[in-house]
C-alpha cells in the first residue's frame, strides 16, 4: 500500500484546520473539502447501497407471510385467525432477544463476517418456510427467522456510526431504512406475480412467494461475504488519503473513534448507563409507539385493503402505492433533518402525518378514501425511526454505550412489533376501530414525547455547561483542560463538551 505523500498529508491536514467543530460538539456547520466530500461520496456509492439491500431483504423476508396470507397461506395450512397471529408473533420474542447480544458481537467479530452469514442464515430459513405443511411447522420456522434476522437492523445502524458522522448519519439511515417501505411495495408487485406459479411443482402460490424469496437472499449474501469492509481502514475503493480523512472527520466528531483507544474495552457500566439515561429511555417509548403502528400495516396493509373490497391480486398491487409514498417520504425528511441539523421537529411534523391519515381512515365511509388515507398513514409511520435512531445514535458515546442504546431502541420497536400482531383480527375489518384509535393515540403521544426529548436535552446541556469544572475535576492531573481521551471514555455523552444535539 502506497504511503500518503507530501501532498496527500497536506489535503488530511487542511481537511483538520478547515473543521470548525470542536470534539464532541454537536453537528454544525463546517467547511468540508472537495476531497472529503469525494470520500463521503465513495462511501454513500457502495456502503450505503450494500446496507439498503441487506435491509430490503431483511424486511420483505419477514413481512412476507402478509403476502402469503393473501394468497392462501391461512387457508391452506388450515390456519385459524389466532394460529396465524401466533405465527406472526413468535418472530418477534427471539428477533429481540438477539438484539442486543449481537450489537456487541459485532466488534469482535466484524461486521465482514457477521453480518453476510445472518443474510445467509435467514435466507436459508425463509426457503424452508416455504415447505411447512402444518401449523407447528410454521411456528417453529418463524422462531428461528426471528433469531437471525434480529441482528440485522441494529447491526446496520451501529455499523454506519463508524463510517459517518452525527451530523450525516439521519440521512445514509433514512436510505436504507426506506427501503423497508419500498419492500413492502416490492413484495406486493413479486407476490401478485409469484402467486401465479401455483400448483407448479406441487406447491401452493404462497409457498413460492416464500422459496423464491428466501432463495435470492440467500444467493445475496454468500456474495456480500466479498464486498462488506468493516471499517473505513478496510475498504478496498477508498485511497490511502481518502482512509484518513474518514478518520479524521469521525475523530473531529467523536474522540471515542480515535483508534487504540479504550473503546474496545466493553464494560457492563457503559449498558448501565445507556439504560438509565432518561433521553434514551424516551426515545425507547417513541420507537414502541411507533413502531406498534409501524409494524401493524407493514404485516396487515394487504389484507386492510383486502378487507375494503378489493380482490386479493388486486389488494396486492394496491399496496405498492403507500409503501412507495413512504419512501420518498423517509428520504425527504431525512434530508431536511441532516440540513438543518434538526431531529426533532421532523420528527413530529412526519407523526402529524400518521395522525391526519389514522383519524381519516376513522372517519371515512368511502373505501377509496379510507385507501387514500393509507398515503398518509404508511409515510407518518415509516419516516419516524430513522430520525429517531440517529438522534439516538448522535446522543449516545462511547462505543459500548452507543451500541446498547440503539440496540435496546430496536428492542422497544420489535416490541411493538408483537403488539401489533394481535390487533388485527379479521372479524373487526374492514375498519378496525379500535385498532385505528389507538395507531392515531400513539401517533398523538409519540410527538408528545419528541418535544419532552427535546426539554430534556436543553436542561442537560445547560446543566453540563454549569458544572463543568466539577465534572472535569477527576481529570485535572491530564494535559487537555477537556480532560484528555480518559474523560472522554468514562464521561461519554456525560463529558461536558459533548453538546446533546436536537
Partial sequence: MMEPTKDTSSVVSQAREDSSIEPGHAPKHRIVTAAEERAVRKLDYTIVPIMTMFYLLS?????????????????????TDHQYQVCVTVLYVPYIVAELPSNLLLRWVGPRLLMPTILTAWGIVVTLQGLVSSYAGLVVVRAVLGLVEGPMFPGIVLYLSGFYTRRDLSLRIALFFSSASLSGAFSGLLAAAIQNMNGIGGRPGWAWIFILEGLFSVIIGLISFFIVPSTPADCKFLTPTEKELIQTRLEHDRPSVTPGVASDK??????????????????FIVL??????????????PSIVNQLGFSPVRSQLLSVGPFAAGFFVTLISAYLSDKYQNRAIPSAVISTLAVAGFALYLRSTNKFVAYG????????VYAVPPLVSAWMSNNSEPYFRRATSIALGFVATNAGGILSTWRFPTKEGPRFTKT????????????????INVAVLHFKNQRKRKLRTELLAPYADEKESDGGLKAWMELGDKHPDFVYCY
Fill in 436 to 451: 385505528t384509535i389507538m395507531d392515531l393515540t400513539f401517533s398523538v403521544l409519540a410527538i408528545v414525547f419528541v418535544f
Fill in 59 to 79: 424486511f420483505l423476508d419477514r413481512a412476507n407471510i402478509g403476502n402469503a396470507r393473501v394468497a392462501g397461506l391461512q387457508k391452506g395450512l388450515g390456519l
Fill in 373 to 380: 388515507s393509507l398515503f398518509l398513514t404508511v409515510p407518518g
Fill in 288 to 301: 414502541f409507539l411507533v413502531g406498534t403502528t409501524l409494524y401493524g400495516l407493514a404485516l396487515f396493509l
Fill in 266 to 283: 466493553f464494560s457492563f457500566r457503559e449498558i448501565l448507563r445507556s439504560l438509565t439515561s432518561i433521553h434514551v429511555i424516551i426515545l
